[in-house]
């Protein structure tokens, strides 16, 4: 699906369209009642789509930075109520504190979602891929993991 089909389409797809260019265009200072508001949208599966899709964005480029907790923090507040957000930020979280070699439990890696644990499998963290080759949820995610430690391990 193309811009041009977007704007041709149902209501719903408009405003899609129309968060996610405010979600990327909008000021620090106003982003979490942005974020608030788009969820008060009547389409909740979409609303939350697009603050899924803007969390994503932003996590990937804050989670290696110091203004990460802040702002998941700040984050966590706007997204309570809706467990998909909650979850994928509290994952984005464990995916750092993997990536920075902060605290963490790797029941709580073997616990998370397809969608860390992959990422997690094809990251920098040695210990994590070692979980994870042996105990990922998917063969994919196992196999990632394993080839990620034989990468390392050349390196």
Do not use: C
């Not at 290696?64 to 509290?90: I, M």
């Amino acid at each position: 699906m193309n811009d041009h089909d977007i704007l041709q389409g149902p209501p719903e797809h408009l405003r899609f369209a129309a968060y996610l260019v405010e979600l990327r265009q909008v000021a620090d200072a106003d982003e979490i009642s942005l974020v608030s508001r788009v969820l008060t949208d009547p389409d909740r599966t979409m609303a939350r789509s697009a603050v899924l899709r803007h969390l994503d964005d932003r996590a990937e480029v804050l989670h290696l930075r110091p203004a990460y907790e802040a702002w998941a923090e700040a984050l966590t507040g706007a997204v309570s109520g809706h467990p998909l957000l909650t979850r994928r930020l509290r994952e984005w979280s464990l995916f750092r504190a993997v990536v920075l070699e902060l605290p963490w439990h790797p029941d709580a890696l073997l616990a998370a979602s397809d969608w860390l644990q992959l990422r997690t499998a094809a990251g920098p963290g040695s210990r994590a891929a070692e979980i994870l080759a042996v105990g990922g949820r998917t063969r994919r995610i196992r196999n990632t993991a394993a080839a990620t430690l034989k990468q390392q391990s050349r390196a």
